[in-house]
């Protein structure tokens, strides 16, 4: 391949080339627009010939483990596999958190890294390190190559696995003496693997048989994660939901698959859900469970999840068919093609009296917090809400805010709430959110930590800035980390061990880097901060909020524990005020002041 061929996307099939040359030509085919990534010594090759390519768009990160997660949020928000290159040894090393977060997730990624060459593996050479023996229980599927003839064949491979079926990671591992020979180049068209054929289409009979149970259905529960999202099925989902007049609650990942200002939504469901949608899915006839797998901060104690539905699960992943909660119908298959199927099978039901229940639930525990002249984190999403009226990405990390946010910001539309869920990575969200803004560069995007998390992958900012990304970045300092203290004060007699955070000044970190940044200290500064953020153009901006230390997050099911367990906010008659969170309307409870203790209601 000549330093012409590289410019203009490679040269003709069949031509004789180098392993990086094959590499970079494979990724080319593979329509890849942005890649993330670090150099090293057993990656130069790679480099060198990536120096003179214009069709790829490499992104250095400051860590590799930003590299990653700004490739899950790339894969987030668009669909396609987010793509990682990084070096040898500690630098494959240290895309672990980011691959195990997005197995967890089921994010398509394809991760490449450097090796030292074929036969020095297992010598302890210099950076060196079995990254296919480490990665392989958190990757979909890995390789070591070690014929350049094979080459591109794996590259197609690693991409064609990672974005069918159940999507996830995939990691290629590349031999630096691999990489400098030499090959003719002959990529693959189409994919053939005996033993990988994911189902798509759901079983006719288990179908009918579905469709049966629900349409005899009183008291109906549509229990919707992830995998609607992933599928692209939140059109089919929302149709169907309305079809059957069916409530709908999602999980953290399937936030945005049905609109929260939907008269049948209930918002997120589990540990920290709304009060109405566990309470539904305790009571309910009927679950229905799309593209969710039962995760454990759903369920709770799992002999008494749901103890009076019968369930029907739809999802891609046969394993995850009754593998925490006995299913009396499994439907395997693409959520989008099931629902599609579906869709015509089922009739409208008769809900009513069942959505009073429900309406009864929303106004007896609404989301709702206390409010004063100190700032609480939950105003800063439900102002957030109000000024970009849900038509924002939103970008989380881990721990109470990512709590708050999930209750009080409004998702209306699929791949539009970006964050860690299974894993429950810290220092997720300003790299996330990073890809986010490579991939969707005109919405607004606001990456939102806590002052823990935001310290974790706090480099990234550099990135950001070299690139005037328009990414919002609000800190939610509480001089704690949250989460661990909220456990500790209700769980451990508020026995406080090593929770107390000493951070920088975020403003002049944030102008450190070259990013204009905005305290706010007092609840009267959070709207005017939050709307000059969002109108800032001139690429990132930063906000410090410092809200109430000792904020804990409700409503809260102990780990563990049942729906009669749930805790809800304490409500004090001599509190200031509470402001009341209603997704539908934005209206105050209308008439329910004397249930709230008599407290006003703004």
């Known amino acids: 391949m000549t330093r012409e061929s590289h410019s203009d996307g490679g040269s003709r099939a069949g ?12 990724l080319i085919e593979e329509k890849v627009e942005v890649l993330f990534g670090y150099p090293g010594g057993a990656t130069i090759g790679v480099y060198d010939v990536l120096r003179d390519l214009s069709t790829i768009q490499h992104v250095l990160t400051r860590h590799e483990q930003g590299a990653t997660h700004a490739a899950e949020g790339y894969a987030r928000v668009t669909g396609k596999p987010g793509v990682v290159l990084v070096t040898s040894g500690p630098g494959a090393t240290n895309t672990v958190t980011g691959i195990a977060d997005a197995y967890m997730d089921s994010l398509p990624l394809v991760v490449f890294t450097g090796q030292v060459p074929l036969r020095l593996i297992g010598n302890d050479a210099f950076q ?3 990254i296919v023996g480490i990665t392989r229980p958190i990757t979909k599927h890995n390789y070591l190559v070690r014929d350049v003839t094979e080459l591109a064949k794996t590259v197609k491979e690693a991409f064609h696995i990672a974005t069918t079926g159940r999507p996830g990671p995939v990691l290629v591992d590349l031999p630096k003496d691999v990489m400098a020979h030499t090959a003719p180049f002959d990529y693959p068209s189409t994919v053939e693997m005996r033993s990988y054929n994911p189902i798509v289409e759901g079983h006719q009979k288990q179908l009918k048989k579905a469709a049966e149970v629900i349409n005899a259905a009183k008291r109906p529960v549509l229990y919707v994660g992830g995998g609607v999202v992933l599928s692209g099925a939140a ?5 169907l939901a309305r079809k059957m007049s069916c409530p709908v609650t999602t999980t953290l990942q399937g936030l945005g698959a049905f609109p929260s200002d939907d008269p049948l939504s209930m918002g997120m469901l589990g540990m920290h859900g709304t009060w109405y949608s566990n309470m539904a899915v305790h009571h309910c006839d009927i679950l229905i469970a799309v593209g969710a797998r039962f995760d454990d901060r759903v369920t709770g104690k799992v002999e008494a999840f749901a103890p ?15 593998k925490n909660v006995l299913v009396d119908v499994p439907i395997v298959g693409d959520v989008k093609r099931v629902l599609t199927s579906l869709l015509p099978l089922v009739r409208q039901l008769d809900t009513t009296a069942w959505q009073l229940e429900i309406a009864g639930w929303k106004r007896e525990h609404p989301l709702r917090y206390q409010s004063g002249p100190e700032i609480r984190a939950q105003q800063v999403f439900h102002c957030l809400g109000d000024v970009t009226g849900g038509a924002a990405i939103v970008v989380t990390d881990v721990g109470q805010h990512q709590m708050w946010a999930a209750q009080f910001f409004p998702c209306m539309e699929p791949r539009t709430f970006v964050t860690s869920g299974g894993l429950g990575t810290m220092g997720f969200s300003l790299p996330a959110a990073m890809g986010v803004a490579f991939a969707r560069p005109n919405l607004p995007i606001v990456s939102i930590s806590g002052d823990g998390g935001f310290q974790m992958n706090s480099q990234e900012l550099t990135t950001i800035v070299q690139h005037k990304l328009p990414v919002k970045i609000f800190v939610i300092n509480n001089g704690f980390l949250g989460m661990v203290r909220q456990w500790q004060d209700l769980f451990w007699k508020r026995r406080y061990s090593q929770v107390e955070m000493t951070s920088p000044d975020f403003v002049k970190l944030a102008e450190a880097h070259g990013c204009p940044g905005f305290r706010a200290t007092t609840s009267s500064e ?33 780990a563990g524990q049942t729906v ?28 329910r002041k004397e249930d709230l203790h008599g407290v006003h209601i703004r």
């Open 128 to 130: 060196e390190a079995d």
């Open 308 to 322: 009076e539905a019968t369930v029907v699960h739809i999802d891609i992943d046969p394993s995850a068919i009754s």
């Open 564 to 591: 009669e367990e749930m805790i809800d906010i304490p409500l004090d008659p001599a509190d200031e005020g509470v402001t009341i969170f209603n997704p539908v309307s934005k209206t105050a409870v209308h008439d």
């Open 526 to 558: 959070v709207e005017p901060l939050v709307r000059r953020a969002m109108g800032y153009t001139d690429g990132p901006v930063l906000v410090e909020f410092v809200v109430v230390q000792e904020d804990n997050v409700y409503p809260m099911i102990p």
């Open 15 to 26: 031509a004789v080339m180098t392993g990086a040359e094959i590499f970079v030509r494979s």
């Open 235 to 239: 059109t089919e989902l929302t149709a």
